[in-house]
């Protein structure tokens, strides 16, 4: 792996991050939702990321990506689950 897939692992937080700050502006969406808007949001880190350090390899990217969504939807509900909501 270089650099930069390391850099696109980075979103995780990121993607938890930005999606908890939406449901703050929007609390009146449904909670099964969510992760629907949380792969957009991982895939325009990844894909937005591979093209600012110039890497050609965007399908790589978008691999990356779904790697990014599923590990921020996990990390998320493990969170959820151990504070027992």
């Keep these: 792996m ?3 897939d390391y850099a696109g692992l980075a979103g995780i937080p990121i993607v938890i991050a930005i999606v908890q ?12 939702y969510w992760p629907l808007f949380a792969l957009p949001i991982a895939v325009v880190w990844t894909v937005g990321l591979a093209l ?5 390899e965007v399908l790589v990217a978008l691999a990356i990506s779904v790697i990014v969504w599923v590990s921020a939807m996990g990390a998320f509900s493990g969170v959820k689950a151990l504070a027992g909501k």
Aim: proline share 10%.
């Design 2 to 4: 270089e650099l930069a």
């Design 21 to 32: 700050v939406l449901k703050g502006v929007f609390p009146d969406v449904d909670g099964r």
């Design 52 to 56: 600012i350090l110039r890497q050609p």
